[in-house]
């Protein structure tokens, strides 16, 4: 981020999407980290389940190898959250990439949400003053369905809140194109309110009229009330949430469930991250569309987390 400067780390993360190499394809001859890291879910490498998975592996590596003086991979698990935690933990907090004023690099594109919120919260946790350049890769498109089914909620590692029974929930949903998955967490937290969010503005006006009507579907079975968030911008979805949400974390039990971009998860982090009193929560599907996510890469959103403010 600095010029002639290379980043401490560069946190990438692999997935069967073909998107999820399009960072790497993209960087500046002359670009440098000390360490670069590649998060995996180990199902997905498992034999025949996803081949796409397999091969943008080993073109991530090859692509990035020699932009890296050490590059590493490492296996999570998007069903076993505490291997998610622990490979993480391992790779982003060891050999010097968590010491203090550092330059770091994260391609958000392909991380399930509850892999990018665990890896910021660690990153952010242990290098309180380094900087964090965020990169975003927008698809051409969509897949007709990008998950379906439920296996179980559970709140995200380290993003448990305060939950106190005398005190009525408000649910606050960031939706997107996941309708099943949105009744889910409703069903399962019962709130006594629901603030159902809708990105406005979209990362790209195509996918507005698919997540009105995803929203419709969610609102034929839950009373909710409706508002609007910016997906496509990190910063000033995280103020739109402080302005909305804030003023409710003082006489209710806030639980946010981030289901739109990354970049709104992203949001829903810093948002959280001032208020530790606010619960995230994640619904794990059952199953990913692995064969046709996404398709195409047509542009990048630049970002850089503001610095980490003390709470208390």
């Given at each position: 981020m600095r010029p002639g400067v290379p980043d401490e780390l560069l946190l990438?993360?692999?997935?069967?999407?073909?998107?999820?190499?399009?960072?790497?394809?993209c960087l500046a001859k002359d670009y440098r980290a000390t360490k670069g890291v590649v998060y995996v879910n180990k199902e997905f490498l498992e034999s025949g389940v996803a081949p796409a998975m397999n091969e943008n592996l080993d073109k991530l590596k090859k692509l990035l190898a020699p932009h890296c003086d050490e590059l590493v991979v490492?296996?999570?698990?998007?069903?076993?959250?505490?291997?998610?935690?622990?490979?993480?933990?391992?790779?982003?907090?060891?050999?010097?990439?968590?010491?203090?004023?550092r330059c770091i690099t994260v391609d958000i594109t392909t991380f399930n949400r509850e892999a990018l919120l665990v890896a910021i919260a660690l990153l952010r946790d242990d290098i309180r003053n380094s900087r964090i350049r965020t990169l975003y890769v927008k698809p051409q498109?969509?897949?007709?369905w990008l998950s379906r089914g439920f296996r179980y909620m559970r709140n995200v590692m380290g993003f448990s809140g305060v939950q106190d029974p005398s005190r009525p929930t408000v649910l606050v949903v960031l939706s997107g194109f996941e309708p099943e998955r949105t009744n889910k967490i409703i069903e399962m937290h019962e709130p006594a309110r629901v603030l159902l969010g809708i990105g406005d503005p979209p990362t790209?006006?195509?996918?507005?009229?698919?997540?009105?009507?995803?929203?419709?579907?969610?609102?034929?079975?839950?009373?909710?009330?409706?508002?609007?968030?910016?997906?496509?911008?990190?910063?000033?979805?995280?103020?739109?949430?402080?302005?909305?949400?804030?003023p409710l974390i003082e006489h209710n039990n806030v639980v946010l469930a981030p289901m739109s971009t990354k970049l709104s998860t992203l949001a829903t982090y810093l948002?959280?991250?001032r208020h530790?009193?606010?619960?995230?929560?994640?619904?794990?599907?059952?199953?990913?569309n692995i064969s046709d996510y996404s398709h195409g890469s047509e542009q990048i959103f630049v970002g850089e987390l503001p610095p980490k403010l003390k709470v208390g």
């Open positions: 990438v993360c692999s997935s069967y999407e073909s998107r999820s190499v399009t960072i790497a394809e490492a296996q999570g698990s998007w069903l076993q959250p505490n291997v998610q935690l622990n490979s993480l933990k391992h790779e982003l907090l060891t050999n010097g990439a968590g010491s203090k004023n498109g969509m897949g007709p790209d006006e195509k996918f507005r009229q698919r997540n009105l009507d995803a929203q419709k579907l969610v609102r034929a079975r839950q009373h909710t009330n409706e508002f609007v968030f910016p997906a496509n911008d990190t910063e000033a979805c995280s103020k739109a949430l402080e302005k909305l949400v804030g948002f959280a991250e530790p009193e606010v619960q995230i929560t994640y619904c794990v599907p059952g199953e990913y």
